[in-house]
């Protein structure tokens, strides 16, 4: 392997100019100052707290923290927005990244008493892992434990208690949410962060606010005025309970107008200034490969620039752990001193505690690059962060309603999450970021990201309304509407899933119990029929499976070590089977190691190594067994009980039948397949066990479109079960 280039061909725009990035002069500038800083977290240790020197450093980081929360662009108009906040119900208030928005807003809210009541200050993100680090930050400022006055509450981890005030969520979960209390009446502002994003749960969160808002000031009107007439008491403390709820929604890169628009003219505030600068370099050329200029210049930065941590944007999984083993690879290239370099991946199937790797300082004298997709683009602070590395792209869904595939696929980034990637480096001090493309490309970004619900599957969506109640999905007041045709196909869907009666209402207790389980609408109808088909326990390993990003892994370099690794687990009816056998092999594994040695840390080892000897991703299998877990939670309160199939796997399969039958594919004289609901023709993917052995009948998970139409997650069926067990949808169209 040749020794990394010394430069890719950077231009820096404003203030550089000629691209040279070589400068050294130019590089010693910006010197990170943080490790001269009181180290976070250093005096956990209950001894050492007693010991004067950790007083002192505790004092000194509550001084720093103070200062620095002076120094935020947002603390000298405080008042200004606690005013702003009084005199409307809903305001937009558009801030750049690291103005202090995310971290202080609620702080002064709750310091001017808009926690009167015991009300909550609810802040919503589109990703868990903001909700965890801003909460857990928000907490060290006001000296509170997490969970106390500060806390964060995310799909399956709740860390709130009766006194928290100042609560951090995903919006999924502010939507849950408002199925147990409809007018989320112990809130009394909701401030949906990040709003540009527009993740779907964010667009049907600020539609189910309008109305949740325009409900909560009429029940308030109606019962202050009973109050005027009779001092009831009772009606008083109903009032107080139905008092109008404040929306604030904010973000650094907002179309203010579109969203004043939607709330009625809803006012809009710009918080200016930001507190460190971040200069913005570019490629001259455009990069051929994507992954080779992010090695380069991870290099570059790390062998010619000054202190500082890195952090590079990638599209997925399979394309972090590929750049972590070439990085690797590389750095064992190198000089000793400089083999001081250490990666930490973060993406959104990561186990949360292994995420959390991400924002811890990296040891004395090494400089860490963090290889993370776009869920550390918005509102996260990563400590030690200097360089940003961003190759413009990112992995996104795409619907097609006519045939009702959904689709990943890598396209380039919108200007506004440009800007928010490049927020994330200048947030302790100066900070650079280097686009892999070159500027004129920059200019040519859309500005905004498309609306996720308009590039979905709406099948989760229209359920969720339905169980609020909210039956007349077309006429739901979206802020941009999804295509008819992609609402009436979910209908549909749902229909012939069982979830819907024929009039499209949600009156059978299996619609019920699906938008129980926080899966896709197909994986829920799968383990509810498990249950009827006697195997449960199958079905949740394979939910839990698919779930996560590639369990097996292919290196190049051990392609075919990787290969006879999988024949061991492959089973001949397909790739859903071949996966219970991988999990029920590794619990077999972690129970023996249970049993001669019970310690955590040499259990995980042990399952570690065997992941590496069979080829198998053990940050995936983790995730999923984590994912397991919870899911069992789900059922069991449901009060399913989990039953299995023993060795007839035909059960399995025809319950896999009755729930996936709209992934039905029937082989065709040329090898390649009919996608039968869709029409489509379609292969089987090369990942698949099923990829040689051409079964006549299939039944897939995922379509994925590449170079042409690949299935995923494959098995073979008998092709007369699809009209046995889902005579709804094949006897009508046969
Ligand atoms: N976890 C953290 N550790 C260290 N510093 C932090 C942390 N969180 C926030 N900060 C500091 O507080 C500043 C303000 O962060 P905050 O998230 O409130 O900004 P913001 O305006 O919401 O930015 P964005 O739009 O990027 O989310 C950051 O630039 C950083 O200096």
């Known amino acids: 392997m040749p020794a990394p280039r010394s430069c890719t061909p950077l231009l820096q725009q404003d203030r550089l100019g000629n691209g040279d990035c070589t400068n050294q002069e130019r590089l010693a500038n910006g010197v990170c100052k943080k490790r001269d800083r009181p180290a976070n977290g250093d005096c956990k240790n209950q001894d050492r707290l007693a010991n004067g020197d950790c007083k002192n450093q505790l004092l000194a980081r509550r001084q720093f923290i103070l200062q620095h929360r002076k120094s935020l662009p947002i603390a000298s108009v405080e008042k200004r927005l606690v005013e702003e906040v009084r005199n409307n119900d809903t305001l937009i208030i558009v801030g750049e990244t690291g103005s202090g928005k995310t971290t202080q807003l609620p702080q002064f809210l709750y310091n001017a008493g808009f926690c009167y009541d015991e009300k909550v200050i609810g802040i919503t993100q589109p990703r868990r892992v903001a909700a965890v680090t801003v909460a857990k930050r928000v907490a060290e400022e006001c000296n509170v434990k997490l969970g106390e006055k500060v806390g964060y509450s995310i799909r399956f981890d709740d860390m709130t208690s009766n006194s928290t005030r100042i609560k951090y969520m995903t919006d999924g979960l502010l939507l849950r949410e ?25 667009d049907v969160l600020l539609g189910l606010l309008k109305k949740v808002q325009l409900a909560r000031s009429k029940q308030h009107n109606i019962i202050k005025e009973n109050a005027n007439y009779r001092e009831n008491s009772r009606s008083l403390s109903q009032g107080a309970k139905y008092t109008s709820l404040k929306l604030i929604i904010m973000s650094a890169s907002l179309d203010a107008k579109c969203f004043s628009e939607y709330f009625g003219g809803a006012k809009a505030v710009h918080v200016q200034g930001r507190q460190y600068p971040v200069d913005v370099l570019y490629t001259y050329q455009p990069e051929p490969d994507y992954l080779d200029a992010t090695l380069i210049t991870i290099f570059q930065i790390h062998l010619e620039e000054g202190s500082g941590d890195i952090l590079a944007f990638l599209t997925g999984q399979e394309e972090i752990e590929s750049v972590e083993r070439l990085v690797h690879e590389r750095i064992r290239q190198l000089p000793e001193r400089n083999q001081n370099l250490l990666t930490v991946p973060i993406y959104a199937s990561l186990p949360s505690e292994q995420q959390m790797n991400a924002f811890k300082p990296a040891p004395s004298g090494f400089r860490k690059v963090i290889l993370a997709t776009n869920i550390a683009e918005t509102s996260v602070t990563i400590p030690g962060i200097k360089y940003v590395i961003d190759p413009g792209l990112v992995k996104a ?21 440009a800007l928010q990637r490049s927020g994330r480096a200048g947030r302790e001090g100066a900070g650079k970021c280097f686009r892999l493309y070159p500027e004129n490309e920059f200019h040519k970004l859309i500005d905004s990201t498309v609306p996720e619900i308009k590039r979905c599957n709406l099948a989760n969506v229209v359920l969720q309304l339905k169980t ?88 190049r370099e051990k392609m075919e ?34 049993i001669t040695n019970g310690k955590e840390k040499s259990i995980e080892k042990k399952l570690n190594k065997w992941c ?14 984590d994912i397991h877990s919870q899911i069992e939670g ?18 399995f399969r025809r319950c896999l039948t009755a729930s996936f039958f709209l992934n039905a594919g029937m082989k065709q004289p040329d090898g390649s397949y ?6 489509q023709t379609v292969q089987v993917h090369p990942s698949s066990v099923l990829f040689r052995t051409k079964a006549d009948c299939i039944i897939f998970n995922e379509l994925v479109r590449t170079n042409q139409n690949y299935v995923r997650n494959v098995t073979r069926i008998d092709p007369l079960w699809l009209p046995e067990l889902a005579p709804q949808y094949y006897a009508a169209h046969s």
């Open 397 to 417: 869904r795409s619907y097609n309603p006519v045939t009702g595939t959904e689709s990943l696929i890598i396209i380039p980034v919108s200007k506004a999450q």
């Open 561 to 594: 070590e990787a290969r006879t690794a999988r024949k061991s687990f492959s089973s001949p009816e397909g790739d859903h089977i071949t996966l219970v056998k991988v999990y029920r092999t590794s619990a077999e594994c972690l129970e023996k190691s249970k």
């Open 674 to 679: 009919r996608a039968l609901a869709s029409g």
């Open 468 to 555: 609020l109640g909210i039956d007349d999905i077309i006429g739901f007041d979206f802020m941009e509407k999804p295509s008819r045709m992609a609402i009436v196909k979910s209908l549909e869907q749902l229909f012939l899933l069982g979830a819907l009666s024929d009039d499209y209402k949600l009156s059978n207790p299996v619609g019920h119990q699906m938008a129980r389980l926080p899966l896709d609408p197909m994986y829920s109808k799968a383990l509810i029929l498990a249950v009827e088909f006697k195997c449960l326990e199958e079905m949740l390993i394979v939910v839990a499976m698919l779930s996560v990003e590639s369990i097996f892994y292919f290196p």
């Open 612 to 625: 590496r000897e069979n080829y198998i991703n053990y940050r995936s299998l983790r995730h999923a067994r």
């Open 178 to 202: 408002a199925l147990l209390d409809p007018f989320l009446s112990r809130y009394s502002i909701v401030i949906v962060d990040e709003a540009h994003e527009r993740t779907v749960h964010t």
């Open 634 to 651: 789900h059922i069991q309160q449901m009060g399913f009980s989990l039953s299995s199939c023993g060795d007839d796997m035909q059960q």
